[in-house]
C-alpha cells in the first residue's frame, strides 16, 4: 500500500546504533490512521493510532497465535495495552509516544537495512538520554515550526501529513538519563519453542519497556541488556 513514513534511530560516531523505528500512514483508504514499530521485531509488535481514537499496542495475529498465544500466561489476546486517544497537551497539540534511549543503549551493531533511508540523530553525553516524541498536530495547531521547537529546544526528524491533514512529527530532545533502577523486577517469558539458552547465544540484546505517562501518553524505553555471569 502507498504510504507516507519516517523511519529513524540514534547513531554515534563508531557507527553503533540503537534500535531504528518506522512512524507511518497508510495513504489509501482514506483513513487517517498512524503506526509505530520497532523495525528490529519485523512486523511482530506495533502501536496503532486509529482516527476513531481507539489506540493500542499489539502482536500481530500471526505472531500471537505461533508464538505468543499460552507461554506467556499474563496475554489473553493479542493486544498488550489499549487506551483512549490523550487530551492535548496544546491547542491543537497531541503527543502520543515518547520514546527514551539511554546513551548506553546506543551499543548495536547489527546489520540495518538501508541505512540510507533512516534519519539518524546523534548520541547523547554520559549520563544523558535521547527523548523523541511523536505529536500530532490540527492544521490549526500554534507552533514555530515543529512542537515544542520554542518551549523545549526541540529538534526535528521528520513529518507527514494524514489524509484529514492533520500533521504527524517525530522531533528530539537530549534529557538527563531516568532513574530505571526502581522499576521493579518481572518474570521472563519465552516465545514458544524458544529457551533461556538461545537467550544467551544471541548478540545485541535489547529489550523495549513499556509505560504510561500522567498526561495519557504511552513510553517506550528503548535499552540494552546486559546479562549476568550468575
Known amino acids: 500500500m502507498p504510504q507516507r513514513s519516517i523511519r529513524f534511530g540514534v547513531r554515534n560516531s563508531e557507527s553503533l546504533h540503537s534500535a531504528t523505528w518506522k512512524l507511518w500512514t497508510e495513504t489509501s483508504g482514506g483513513h487517517s490512521e498512524i503506526y509505530l514499530a520497532c523495525r528490529a521485531l519485523g512486523g511482530n509488535l506495533k502501536a496503532s493510532m486509529h482516527q476513531s481514537g481507539n489506540w493500542h499496542i499489539a502482536f500481530s495475529k500471526i505472531t500471537f497465535e505461533e508464538k505468543v498465544e499460552g507461554a506467556v500466561p499474563s496475554l489473553d489476546s493479542r493486544f498488550v495495552d489499549k487506551w483512549p486517544r490523550p487530551s492535548e497537551i496544546a491547542e491543537g497539540v497531541t503527543l502520543a509516544f515518547r520514546i527514551v534511549t539511554p546513551e548506553t543503549a546506543v551499543s548495536s551493531n547489527s546489520e540495518v537495512k538501508n541505512p540510507e ?8 553525553q554520559d549520563g544523558e538520554a535521547l527523548e523523541i516524541y ?21 529538534e526535528l526528524i521528520g513529518s507527514f501529513q494524514l489524509n484529514n491533514d492533520d500533521t504527524v512529527w517525530a522531533v528530539s530532545k ?28 544471541s548478540g545485541n540484546l535489547r529489550a523495549l519497556v513499556f509505560g504510561d505517562n500522567p498526561d495519557g501518553s504511552r513510553i517506550i524505553y528503548d535499552t540494552a541488556v546486559k546479562l549476568s555471569t550468575s
Do not use: H, N, Q, Y
Not at 533511508?117 to 547523547?124: A, F, G, M, Y
Not at 532513574?179 to 529457551?195: A, H, M, N, Q, V
Open 117 to 124: 533511508k533512516v534519519v539518524w540523530v546523534s548520541t547523547p
Open 134 to 154: 511523536i505529536c500530532i498536530t490540527t492544521p490549526g495547531a500554534k507552533i514555530s515550526e515543529w512542537p515544542c521547537k520554542d518551549s523545549m529546544g526541540t
Open 174 to 201: 537530549t534529557i538527563d538519563c531516568p532513574d530505571l533502577s526502581k522499576l521493579g523486577t518481572g518474570t521472563g517469558r519465552f516465545f514458544k519453542g524458544k529457551s533461556k539458552s538461545d537467550l544467551l547465544e
